[in-house]
């Protein structure tokens, strides 16, 4: 049974900087992706960052590029996302998120877009980050 679990999120000003982290069990898939989201009240869920299992490629949302990095740590089997220069705006519940899968069938293959939390298979439960002005 896979479980995520997440932690680190919390009250901070903004500038500040918080590490989350999802420690993965029973999770054994060398492919696919793990990725960060994030919803706030009122909106949509959103892709923050993804990383491909193995920790070669990285995909990061427009929102937080230069200031977000997504690392995963294989012997723990922790994923990890380093949050600096915190905004107001960057206050959500963030959600751990796993797929074993590359691609998709949507009645043809189509790759499996890694900032699209409509194709997850595995999720953390959350943790709240709140980032005050």
């Known amino acids: 049974q896979v479980q995520l679990v997440e932690s680190g999120g919390g009250s901070v000003q903004a500038g500040g900087s918080l590490r989350l982290s999802c420690a993965a069990s029973g999770y054994l898939y060398s492919s696919g992706y793990l990725a960060w989201f994030r919803q706030a009240p009122g909106k949509t869920r959103e892709g923050v960052a993804a990383i491909l299992t193995g920790g070669v490629n990285t995909y990061y949302a427009d929102s937080v590029k230069g200031r977000f990095t997504i690392s995963q740590d294989n012997a723990n089997e922790t994923l990890y996302l380093q949050m600096n220069s915190l905004k107001p705006e960057d206050t959500a519940m963030y959600y751990c998120?796993?797929?074993?899968?590359?691609?998709?069938?949507?009645?043809?293959?189509?790759?499996?877009?890694?900032?699209?939390?409509?194709?997850?298979?595995?999720w953390g439960q959350g943790t709240q980050v709140t980032v005050s002005s």
């Open positions: 998120a796993a797929d074993p899968r590359t691609r998709e069938w949507v009645g043809t293959w189509r790759p499996l877009d890694p900032l699209s939390g409509t194709s997850f298979r595995y």
